[in-house]
C-alpha cells in the first residue's frame, strides 16, 4: 500500500463539452514509449512529511491536502533527474484517470493522454514537474483557466479545464482532448501553407480569442503555433498543385486538410493581468515584439505582433522571423518591414544600446555574428513580396492586415477587435469561408468517394516569356532587358478576336510596340528602366547555361557577403536575377540599390516594371503613382502605367487622358522634349488598341515636326511589317539607320533590337499565315 496525496477541484461537465471522434487520435509528436522494463517496487515510504495525515503543498504553505491511502494504486517511482513525473502506459493517476499514452513533453512538464472512468471519455492531463517554480507557474495557469471558464459560456474560444488535483507532487490540469497544434499540422504536411479562405478562418478565429482575454484584461504572451490546437485531429488528402512536378514516391502530390477548421488556445502558463508586474522578456523568440526586445514596456500589443507572425507561417508554411539572437531579429524586422522609427529606438533600454549606431540606425551588417546570418537576413523578401509569392486572391487585403498588426509602434498597432473589421475578414460572402461552410465542404468532397481535382486557394504561377539579353558583352549597355508581357483587347471581344491569328497578333503588337513607341521614349534613359523587346522565344536553356547562371549568383551573392554592398556588384547581381526568372528576388535587390542610391530616380521604374512583368499589377500601378507624385512629367511612369493597365485588361482612356493632360502642361511651359515623348506614347496606345493608322498618323506628325529624330521611323517600320508592307517597312528602317548616330551610346543596342523585331515579326507573319491556312 503505497500512501499519496491528492486535491480534486472538480468544474461542471457539460454536454457541449463532448465531442464524438471518429478515429483515434494520431500520435502527433509524442515517440513511441520504451517497452516497460521490470517494475521496481520500493518499500512503503512515511517521510516527516507526512506525519499527522497533512502533506504540505511544495510553494503553497498554506495548502494542505489529505494523506489517505488508497488501494490500487500503480507502485511510486521516482521523479527523473528533471523532476518529470515517471509512469508505465496502463497506470493510474488517482483511480479516476489510466493513462492511455504521451501526447508531448515541454518545459513545463508532460501531457499524457488518459481514460476518464468516471464520464468515460478521453482527456489530455498537463502533468507539471516537481519543481517549485513550475508548480507556482501552473497554479497561475489554473487561475487563468478558471477565470477563462467563468466568462465562455460555449467553451469555444480556449481550451476547458475539466479539475486539477496534485498527485505526488505533480500538479495535474484535466483539459478537454484537442486535435494537433497548427505547427504539428505544418510539419507533418511538409511545412506546406493552409489554403487561403482557411488562413482567413482560422485568423479570425485568433484573434477572437485574444479579443476576449483582452477584455477580462488578460494577456496571454505566448502565442504561436504549437499553442493553437484543433479541435479534431481528422484530415482529408487534396491534390497539392504546386507540387504535381515532384517525383509522386515522395509524397508531394498531395497535402493534408484538417476535416474541421474549429481551434482553441492552450497554455496559459505566462499568461499576465494588465495591471501585474510585467517581466522584462515574454513570447517565444519567433513571435516576440519589437517593444519587448527594445525594452520600451510591453502590453496587449504584443499579443497582435504575434499573430502577424503567426499568419504569414500560416500562408506560408514558415516561420516569418527565424532567428535566435536580438540583434538579428531586429534586422530581419527592418528587411521585412523597413526601419524601426527613431523615436522607439531613442526609448530603448541600456540593454539595446550596442544594436544601435548614430543614434537610431541599427548596427547592421557591420556587427553581424557571421556569414550565416548575413544570408539568413538578405533572404527575406519584404512583406507585400513575401505574401504574393503564396496567396493568389486576397492578397492586398492580407497584406493591408498584416502591415497594420505589425506595426513597429505598439500605439499604432491594430486592436483585435479592430482587426476582426478588417476588410480581410468583412469582404462579401463569396470571397470568403466560414467555419460552417469549411465543414459542409470537406463533408462534400468525402462524400464523392473519391478525390476530385479541386483549386482552393493555391498560388498561381504567372509563366513569363523567357528572357534573353540581346547585346553583346561589349555592348555599352549593361543592363537585361525583360519581355512586355500581351495583353487583354479593351474593345468588347469579337470571333474575330477569340481566334488564335487575332491574339497572336496582339501580342506581337504588344512586345514591337515597346521595340518602337516606347523603348526609345527617352534617348537619355537608361534602357532597363523601360521594356524592351526580345527576340523570339529561345528554345530552353541547356543544363551548362542554367549552372553557369547559378554559379554566377552564388558567387556574386558571396561577394555581397563578404564586401560591403556597392552599386555595380548589385546591379550585376540583380541582372543575373532577371536572367533566371527570379523576378521577386530582383525586387529585393533594387530595393538595396534604392537604398544606396536614394536620389537615382531609375531604379524606382525599373522596380515598378519588374513587377509589371512578374503578374504583379497592383504593386507596379502603386510603384508607378508613387513616381508621378513626385514627378508629374516623368514620361518613363506613364509609360508603365500603360503597360500595367493593358496587362490588367483595364481601360487605358483614363491613362490617355492624363497624358493628354500632361501634354497641355509641356506646351504650357514650352517643354518640347517631353511633349513629343508624350506623343510618342500616345502613339503607342493606338497600337494597342489596334489602331495603326492613327498611329501611323501620329509617327508622320512627328517627323515632320522634327525629321532628325530617328524614333519615328522605327515605329513606323515595325508597324509596317506587321501590316505586311515589307517595302515600306525597309524603307523606314533604312531612313532609321542612317539617322542613329554613329556615336550613340545606345546605337548598338538599338541595331541589335531591330534586328530581333524585324526578326520576330516576320516569324509572327508566317506562323499567322499558317493558322489562316
Wanted: neutral net charge; proline residues 8%.
Amino acid at each position: 500500500m503505497i500512501l499519496e496525496t491528492r486535491r480534486n477541484v472538480e468544474f461542471p461537465h457539460r454536454n457541449v463539452d463532448k465531442r464524438p471522434r471518429k478515429r483515434p487520435r494520431l500520435a502527433w509528436d509524442a515517440p513511441p514509449l520504451p517497452p516497460p522494463s521490470t517494475v521496481f517496487h520500493p518499500p512503503l515510504y512515511y517521510g516527516p512529511e507526512f506525519t499527522g495525515g497533512l502533506v504540505p503543498s511544495f510553494g503553497y504553505p498554506n495548502m494542505f491536502y489529505n494523506g489517505l491511502p488508497r488501494q490500487g494504486s500503480p507502485p511510486w517511482r521516482p521523479d527523473d533527474k528533471d523532476g518529470h513525473f515517471s509512469f508505465v502506459v496502463g497506470d493510474t493517476l488517482t483511480p479516476r484517470y489510466q493513462i492511455l499514452s504521451k501526447m508531448g513533453e515541454g518545459t513545463f512538464g508532460q501531457v499524457l493522454e488518459c481514460f476518464d472512468d468516471k464520464h468515460k471519455e478521453a482527456v489530455a492531463i498537463k502533468v507539471i514537474r516537481s519543481v517549485p517554480k513550475y508548480r507556482e507557474a501552473a497554479m497561475i495557469e489554473i487561475d487563468v483557466l478558471q477565470r477563462l471558464a467563468r466568462h465562455d459560456v460555449g467553451g469555444s474560444r480556449c481550451v476547458q479545464i475539466r479539475n486539477w488535483f496534485d498527485y505526488r507532487n505533480h500538479i495535474c490540469i484535466v483539459f478537454e482532448k484537442l486535435g494537433p497544434s497548427l505547427y504539428d499540422f505544418l510539419r507533418k504536411n511538409s511545412y506546406r501553407s493552409f489554403p487561403i479562405d482557411l488562413v482567413r478562418e482560422l485568423g479570425r478565429q485568433l484573434l477572437e480569442s485574444v479579443a476576449y482575454m483582452h477584455d477580462l484584461r488578460l494577456i496571454h504572451t505566448d502565442l504561436k503555433p504549437e499553442n493553437i490546437l484543433l479541435v479534431s485531429s481528422e484530415y482529408i488528402k487534396i491534390p497539392d498543385y504546386k507540387f504535381l512536378s515532384r517525383p509522386t514516391r515522395d509524397g508531394s502530390y498531395f497535402k493534408n486538410l484538417p476535416k474541421s477548421s474549429a481551434i482553441k488556445l492552450i497554455d496559459f502558463g505566462s499568461t499576465t493581468l494588465e495591471h501585474q508586474d510585467h517581466s522584462h522578456i515574454v513570447s517565444t523568440r519567433h513571435y516576440r515584439a519589437p517593444e519587448v526586445i527594445l525594452g520600451v514596456g510591453w502590453n496587449y500589443p504584443c499579443d497582435l505582433w504575434s499573430i502577424g507572425c503567426i499568419l504569414v507561417e500560416l500562408c506560408s508554411g514558415e516561420a516569418l522571423f527565424q532567428t535566435h539572437e536580438n540583434l538579428e531579429h531586429l534586422a530581419m524586422m527592418e528587411r521585412v518591414l523597413g526601419p524601426l522609427p527613431p523615436q522607439m529606438v531613442l526609448r530603448a533600454d541600456r540593454r539595446s544600446d550596442r544594436y544601435f549606431r548614430r543614434g537610431a540606425k541599427l548596427d547592421w551588417p557591420e556587427a553581424a555574428t557571421s556569414r550565416d546570418s548575413l544570408k539568413a537576413v538578405w533572404k527575406l523578401p519584404r512583406l507585400p513580396n513575401l505574401i504574393m509569392q503564396h496567396v493568389d486572391h486576397s492578397a492586398g487585403d492580407l497584406i493591408d492586415l498584416l502591415l497594420g498588426l505589425l506595426r513597429y509602434d505598439p500605439t499604432e498597432r491594430l486592436k483585435a477587435r479592430e482587426a476582426l473589421n478588417h476588410p480581410f475578414f468583412t469582404r462579401s460572402r463569396e470571397q470568403t469561408i466560414s467555419l460552417t461552410e469549411w465543414t459542409r465542404f470537406i463533408s462534400m468532397m468525402e462524400s464523392l468517394g473519391r478525390l476530385q481535382p479541386f483549386h482552393l486557394s493555391f498560388p498561381k504561377h504567372p509563366t513569363f516569356a523567357p528572357f534573353r539579353p540581346l547585346i553583346r558583352p561589349n555592348s555599352s549597355f549593361k543592363h537585361t532587358p525583360i519581355k512586355a508581357s500581351s495583353s487583354k483587347s479593351q474593345n468588347p471581344i469579337t470571333p474575330l478576336q477569340k481566334s488564335t491569328p487575332f491574339r497572336l497578333f496582339k501580342s506581337t503588337c504588344i512586345t514591337l510596340t515597346t521595340a518602337a513607341a516606347l523603348l526609345f521614349v527617352n534617348l537619355q534613359l537608361k534602357p532597363a528602366a523601360i521594356a524592351a523587346p526580345v527576340a523570339p522565344p529561345p528554345s530552353t536553356e541547356s543544363k551548362e547555361q542554367h549552372v553557369t547562371l547559378e554559379e554566377e549568383e552564388r558567387a556574386l551573392e558571396e561577394h555581397l557577403t563578404t564586401h560591403l554592398p556597392d552599386v555595380d556588384s548589385l546591379r550585376s547581381l540583380m541582372e543575373v536575377k532577371i536572367r533566371s526568372r527570379k523576378l521577386t528576388e530582383a525586387v529585393e535587390v533594387v530595393d538595396r540599390l534604392i537604398k544606396l542610391e536614394p536620389e537615382e530616380p531609375e531604379w524606382p521604374v525599373l522596380k515598378a516594371n519588374i513587377f509589371t512583368y512578374s503578374g504583379e499589377i497592383d504593386s507596379a500601378k502603386a510603384s508607378f503613382e508613387d513616381i508621378l507624385a513626385k514627378d508629374p512629367l516623368r514620361v518613363e511612369a506613364y509609360h508603365g502605367l500603360v503597360m500595367a493597365y493593358s496587362d490588367a485588361g483595364l481601360d487605358l482612356n483614363e491613362v490617355e487622358s492624363r497624358i493628354e493632360e500632361a501634354m497641355l502642361r509641356c506646351k504650357k511651359e514650352n517643354n518640347h522634349n517631353d511633349f513629343r515623348d508624350f506623343k510618342l506614347l500616345l502613339a503607342q496606345i493606338r497600337v494597342i488598341d489596334g489602331k495603326h493608322g492613327e498611329a501611323l498618323k501620329l509617327y508622320r506628325e512627328l517627323v515632320k515636326e522634327e525629321p532628325a529624330d530617328f524614333r519615328p521611323y522605327l515605329c513606323q517600320g515595325v508597324i509596317y511589317t506587321l501590316l505586311k508592307k515589307k517595302d515600306k517597312a525597309e524603307e523606314q528602317f533604312d531612313k532609321f539607320r542612317e539617322l542613329v548616330p554613329e556615336n550613340h551610346p545606345y546605337r548598338e543596342y538599338f541595331m541589335e533590337n531591330l534586328i530581333a523585331s524585324k526578326l520576330f515579326s516576320e516569324k509572327t507573319q508566317r506562323e499567322m499565315a499558317g493558322s489562316e491556312s
